[in-house]
């Protein structure tokens, strides 16, 4: 019999599915449910309920629950094994939360008696709405709590990251100091995460290492429960917080719930999701130091392994714990995708391929010229005054321009990563703007490391369904390794292989110490 196992992805937009056979090493199936379109009851705008107030971003968790029901609907539909599967694992949205009054326990283990998830979730919120990632109205919070905590290096040493608004811990001290009645009433706090989890497995899940060092309320060390940064939150946390434990944990059988309604296998494992940035690292394969991944998109992201826990003293980058019992790092740059639409419609250039053959024009280090894009206000570095900077750079030179704004956002990835004391010994690269062969060029020349093209459309769904196969295994007694767990699963394109060139590898080695200064003016200009 073939060995199926099933994760499943709650991200900000959708829910999806994907489900492999492990020993054929094949996704065979995948589905994508847009909120938006399948639950337009909810009236939500890109998976986000609308607010007056435009840093307050909300979801619905009965919107999750709903759109878990017609999942399983559609996979039974689409005739899917669902009573082969042997283990289903999840990831989550990061750092989103979900409050819980004391009736949840008994709703949970009664699912199977409810026609519907969201009918057997009534009356168990004690507050209806949940505050995802893209919230940022706690900066208030945040000082508070980061004081607290000893200041920004004391803070990330302690949990892993700066205090940031769209972490829990910030969050949760919001609803506290806001609505004390309700989160008085709170019994139970989860994570997007850890709430799906529940639902699938009838009970309280637990919060995992991954999703759980996005609260700033993990020792990121320990993996416990820091006392410090619980003080610093809020009252009684501890009691309302499920405890910790490895991703892909067995949590037990799945519900009865799943198993009479779709025709679960009655024997499948729930196990303990994660959040979408550590399932992804699975997913795309980063099991081991010296691996990483660069999305180019919307904002550029920078995420990879890391064998000993180190954190940022300036706090700009994150470090959360990686599926693998290992560590995984992630840095989030603001101005990507969109800075580089930006100079492409300052200058004209017709379309991307355009702007690639004009970079290609100019040489590597563009004659020591430097751009600084931040168009919008910048996390890394953090930038409260948008605005562009320019170095030795003629602004009419357009091809010098499209040159130096990825070179300017390459040199920052280099710079802000270095805390790691990893270097990167390949990158894979994703995201929209990964098909554009001249900017993986600078790409490899700057960080001077081998580049790999990878596309996965569902790279956090696959991870789950991976960290499922885990569980499921140490479950059995065995001791399955990573590598031979992922293998096989997530190929780069064929011949897609960018080598660094060893002279403009030389050139970027000493322009980057000129990027350093240039950013330091900068910032002290603002
Ligand atoms: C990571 C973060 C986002 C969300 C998106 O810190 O906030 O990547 O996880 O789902």
Redo the contacts with the bound molecule.
């Keep these: 019999m073939a060995k199926l196992f099933l994760g499943l992805d709650s ?2 937009q959708s829910l999806s599915a994907v489900v492999i056979d492990y020993d054929r090493r094949k996704v065979v199936y995948e589905k994508s449910l847009n909120f938006d379109r399948a639950l337009p009851h909810y009236q939500t705008q890109n998976g986000v309920l609308p607010n007056r107030d435009p840093l307050v971003k909300h979801s619905s968790p009965l919107m999750w629950a709903e759109a878990l029901d017609l999942l399983f609907a559609q996979m039974k539909n689409d005739g899917v094994a669902l009573d082969e599967i042997l283990a289903i694992g999840g990831s ?5 939360s979900v409050y819980f009054n004391d009736r949840i326990e008994t709703a949970l283990a009664n699912l199977a008696s409810a026609p519907s998830l969201v009918k057997g979730l009534r009356g168990t919120l004690s507050r209806p709405t949940a505050p ?3 919230d940022s109205s706690t900066a208030k919070e945040c000082a508070e709590i980061r004081q607290k905590i000893g200041g920004v290096k004391a803070t990330a040493q302690k949990t892993g990251s700066d205090a ?1 608004e ?2 829990t811990g910030p969050q949760i001290r919001k609803f506290c100091k806001t609505e004390p009645e309700a989160y008085a009433k709170t019994s139970n706090i989860a994570l997007v995460s850890s709430f799906m989890a529940s639902l699938l497995a009838g009970k309280i899940a637990p919060i995992d290492h991954g999703d759980g060092a ?1 609260m700033n309320l993990m020792d990121i060390r320990k993996k416990v429960w820091h006392p410090d940064a619980l003080k610093a939150t809020a009252p009684n946390l501890k009691k309302k917080l499920p405890p910790l434990a490895e991703s892909g944990k067995v949590i037990g059988k799945a519900s009865s719930y799943f198993v009479q309604k779709f025709g679960i296998n009655p024997e499948a494992l729930a196990t303990v999701w994660t ?3 550590p399932a992804s690292v699975i997913g795309l394969g980063l099991i081991k130091q010296g691996l990483a991944a660069i999305s180019l998109g919307t904002s550029d ?1 920078y995420f990879g392994s890391m064998k000993n826990c180190r954190t940022d003293a300036h706090g700009e980058g ?1 470090v ?1 714990g990686s599926p693998t019992g290992d560590y995984m790092t ?1 840095i ?1 740059f603001k101005n990507g995708s969109l800075a580089r639409e930006k100079i492409r419609e300052l200058y004209g250039v017709k379309n991307w391929k355009s702007f690639g053959q004009l970079l290609a024009k100019t040489k590597p280090g563009n004659n020591g010229g430097i751009l600084l894009p931040w168009f919008e206000a910048e996390i890394v570095p953090r930038v409260n005054q948008p605005g562009i900077h320019r170095f030795n750079l003629d602004e009419k030179d357009a091809a010098a321009n499209c040159r130096a704004i990825f070179e300017a956002q390459m040199m920052s990835m280099r710079l802000h990563s270095r805390w790691m004391k990893v270097a990167p010994k390949c990158i894979y690269a994703t995201g929209g703007a990964s098909n554009n062969l001249p900017l993986l060029q600078v790409m490899a020349d700057v960080m001077n490391c081998r580049v790999l093209r990878i596309e996965v459309s569902k790279s ?1 769904a696959l991870g789950a369904a991976l960290q499922a196969a885990h569980g499921w295994f140490v479950a059995a007694g065995e001791k399955p390794k990573w590598g031979k767990l992922v293998a096989g699963f997530t190929v780069p394109i064929p011949n897609s292989e960018i080598r660094p060139n060893a002279k403009a590898a030389r050139i970027y080695d000493k322009l980057v110490e000129k990027y350093v200064a240039c950013e330091r003016e900068a910032l002290r200009q603002i």
Excluded at 92 to 96: D, F, L, T
């Design positions: 991200s900000t989550g949205q990061q750092h989103g995802i990632w893209m940031f769209r972490f996005g959040g979408d940035n992201t994150h959360f992630l989030c956090a």
